[in-house]
């Protein structure tokens, strides 16, 4: 990127902790500016784009609003154009994450995984589709193993992020031939942060081939090369030690 060039743009919701963070630092670091969205992380967000203004001024804003709430998602995309003046990017990393046994999985929370695993991710997208075809850039959704792999206490969540899969694909061909559009699928990355027993852990690192957690690093790297260019669309990534063998 030549020093005249402007820099290119990115939104990436979940940004303020985790592997949000990491992609943020990652992109960052590519030359990208960036629009962190976060929901309750707000004091995290902030201070991470401290963080990366302090190396490069004027390149961070903060977002934050509730990826349920449908009337949020077009403004999102609004103000990032109205603070750069494009967009060429949309990383769609934000989840809700919820095991529950399948008997005790009610209609409103089986929506509000549906809500921010799926159609907030669809509605970004519509949102930033003519942003995206004008910069011919690219969007990356971040699913998760159990899409394709689910755990019996994860039904919900599975068909949320299998759902996103499918955006994924779906997207791919709706917004061809200007727009890339991808997913990173990973595996063990972080413990989640209440914890997982012992024995879990355990059993989760037996499976995998490679027998080690991955690192947000990793997730960030990927979603870097899927975002700068090829000849890819419409593919889901899987980063996940091999585990899905």
């Given at each position: ?33 960036v629009a962190l969205h976060c929901h309750r992380s ?115 969540y599975a068909a949320s992020k299998a759902a996103l ?81």
């Open positions: 990127m030549s020093a005249s060039a402007p820099a290119p743009v990115v939104l990436v919701t979940g940004a303020a902790r985790r592997i949000g963070a990491a992609i943020v630092r990652r992109l960052h670091a590519d030359g990208f500016a707000r004091d995290d967000a902030d201070a991470l784009a401290a963080e990366l203004d302090a190396q490069r001024p004027g390149s961070t804003c903060v977002l934050q609003g509730d990826l349920v709430d449908a009337a949020v998602l077009p403004a999102l995309v609004e103000h990032t154009v109205a603070r750069f003046g494009r967009l060429d990017a949309l990383v769609n990393n934000a989840a809700a994450f919820a095991p529950t046994a399948f008997d005790a999985t009610g209609a409103a929370a089986f929506d509000a995984l549906m809500a921010t695993n799926a159609r907030a991710p669809f509605l970004l997208a519509q949102a930033a589709a003519p942003h995206l075809r004008a910069a011919r850039g690219a969007i990356v959704n971040i699913g998760d193993l159990y899409a394709e792999r689910p755990r019996a206490d994860l039904v919900a899969l499918g955006l994924t694909r779906g997207l791919a061909v709706a917004l061809a031939p200007e727009v890339r559009v991808n997913a990173v699928s990973p595996g063990a990355i972080l413990w989640p942060e209440d914890g997982a027993d012992a024995a879990q852990q355990t059993r989760i690192l037996d499976a995998t081939p490679l027998a080690r957690l991955g690192s947000a690093e990793e997730i960030a790297n990927a979603v870097a090369w899927l975002l700068r260019g090829g000849f890819i669309t419409g593919e889901v990534l899987r980063l996940d030690g091999g585990r899905s063998l």
